[in-house]
Nanobody, 118 residues
């Protein structure tokens, strides 16, 4: 059973930074495309960034491009999201998962809350 554990969220002022981590257990991420998503109450979960194993591995949503960096440590089976110049609209619960059709996603973790104050 795959388990995802996100951490690193918190309360920060606008302009601040956070580094989110996602530890995966139960399956190696070595060959898996991985992504970060976020969700605000009452809205659908949205994709933020993803990282594959190909030559151009990272892709970002326009809303975060230039402010976040996704990375991975296959040896630690961990995916990271470094966030800087945070804005109040970045406030959400952040989740990681593999990049796959909805029916093939791994069980969601509990997420990590990011709150950005203005």
């Amino acid at each position: 059973q795959v388990q995802l554990v996100e951490s690193g969220g918190g309360l920060v002022q606008a302009g601040g930074s956070l580094r989110l981590s996602c530890v995966v257990s139960g399956r190696s991420i070595r060959f898996a495309p991985m992504g970060w998503y976020r969700q605000v109450p009452g809205k659908q979960r949205e994709w933020v960034a993803d990282i594959t194993t190909g030559p151009n591995p990272t892709t970002y949503a326009d809303s975060v491009k230039g402010r976040v960096i996704i990375s991975r440590d296959n040896a630690k089976n961990t995916v990271y999201l470094e966030m800087s110049r945070l804005k109040p609209e970045d406030t959400a619960v952040y989740y990681c998962n593999t990049m796959a059709p909805m029916s093939a996603l791994w069980p969601w973790g509990q997420g990590t809350q990011v709150t950005v104050s203005s």
